[in-house]
């Protein structure tokens, strides 16, 4: 009898490291490996203990919540989340104790004490059950670690929770049929058959959650981008009204000294000490570079402009007239601030680095050429394909912005190409885009 004690609680133990790998392995956790391990063994030492009762439904009830405690508790994830997974968890078990079940050719009763009578028998299966639940946790684990779910929260579609509510139901019937009547091969092999399709089935429902899941973050990642870019690009639009501003007052420079010669004929100095202070820390008279002659555009290269100074990084811009006039705000937008935000951070913290953009329309066409040139130390591609890899800090919106330039060049029926120079450390990138008035 001690021997079969130590079995079923080696087989409850290991069950619990399963999980403990599971969750550790697709969610960031709270606390530290020794603290999670002195929490879950004795959580399954309690599910154990009421293992020995021997009802089905009790044992599966209790092997959830204390999944869905543990889950809950020590990492960082929400309720429902961590009930779906913990349900998912010991329906995959179930199934494949089911399935083992109904290979097995002897009657079966689920309790403890029929099987501690019948130990010799069941221990083989009872093995090969874990093991096999254990192959398609790690699988599992394997397919989920692509989708980055650990940074989002994101309730379960209703239509994936029927595939668990109905093997719930029908391990319910297995372990019923299996302890009141003798199956008949044919019948045992119908299920058997059902049993896989089930388990797999499960599996796709991981799956397909999992894939939901990832979409909805590269979503709500685009969602903030294009956010950003529309306050970038209300940004320009307040920058181009003060330029119009401090056009307006060069202009009326003339009516300023007349104020300040009729101040200085009836020898009020401290009113023309104030006047001149006034005009001298107005935003009017604020220094202002002038690289195209489109106003947003002009705002945008002059922002990008002021970086590079910061950064010790020589820009250098020939920008055609007229050029790029068929771009709408928000595209125009879009696609030079993400295309200088990357050669920005590309050519940082390399000496005498620089970046060199040229604008210009192709003669007799329709088309507007871009070439962006700028220094970078290391081949940005990753293997031997287009790849780009990242150097930013925030690598969960690494891609978004050359989707959001291939967006903008597509939409304008155009095409890019980028390369990199590895004798000049350069990365070149050329745009071709088509007016669509032409």
Known sequence: MINTYIFFFSIFIFEAIIFLQYC??????????????????????????????????????????????????????????????????????????????????YPYLYSFDSLAKAFHIWMIPAIL????????????????KRYSQQNIAA?????????????????????????EAQLSPGLSKMLIIATVLLLLLNISVVITYNYIVKRSNEYASLQLLLQREQDISE????????????????????????????????????????????????????????LCNHELLNAIFCRY?????????????????????????????????????????????????????????????????ITLVNSCRNNPFSGTGKRLITTKENKTLHGHGLKIIERVVNRYRGNM???????????????AMKDPRM
């Open 24 to 105: 550790s392995s697709i969610f960031i956790a709270k606390c530290s490996v020794l603290k999670r391990c002195l929490f879950i063994v004795p959580v399954y030492i309690a599910i154990f203990a009421i293992f020995k009762f021997g009802h089905p439904m009790i044992n599966f009830f209790f092997l959830c919540l204390g999944n869905f405690i543990f889950l809950y508790f020590l990492y960082n994830t929400t309720w429902y989340i961590a009930a779906f997974h913990s349900v998912i968890d010991v329906i995959i078990m179930s199934l494949w104790e089911s399935a083992i079940i109904l290979i097995i050719p």
């Open 305 to 369: 402009l002021m970086k590079c100074r910061k950064d010790n990084i020589d820009f250098r811009a020939d920008i055609r007239k007229d050029s790029c006039i068929f771009l709408n705000e928000t595209d125009m937008t879009s696609l030079f601030c993400n295309l200088l935000d990357n050669a920005l951070e590309a050519a940082r913290y390399i000496p005498d680095s620089f970046i060199e953009l040229a604008i210009h329309q192709q003669p007799q066409t329709a088309f507007t050429i």
């Open 155 to 179: 309730k379960p579609p209703l239509i994936l929770l029927i595939p668990p509510i109905a093997s719930m139901y029908l391990i319910c019937c297995y372990v019923r049929f299996a302890g």
């Open 129 to 144: 059950s874990k093991f096999l639940y254990a192959l398609t946790m790690l699988i599992l684990e394997i397919i989920i």
């Open 235 to 290: 940004y320009y639009k307040t920058l181009i009204t003060e330029t119009e501003n401090r056009n307006r007052f060069i202009h009326d420079i003339k009516k300023h000294l007349q104020s300040i010669a009729i101040l200085n004929q009836n020898r009020e100095s401290e009113k023309i000490d104030s006047y001149i202070n006034t005009l001298i820390n107005s935003s009017e008279l604020q220094t202002s570079v002038r």
């Open 417 to 431: 190409d980028y390369y990199y120079s590895e004798e000049c450390h350069e990365f070149h990138m050329i745009i």
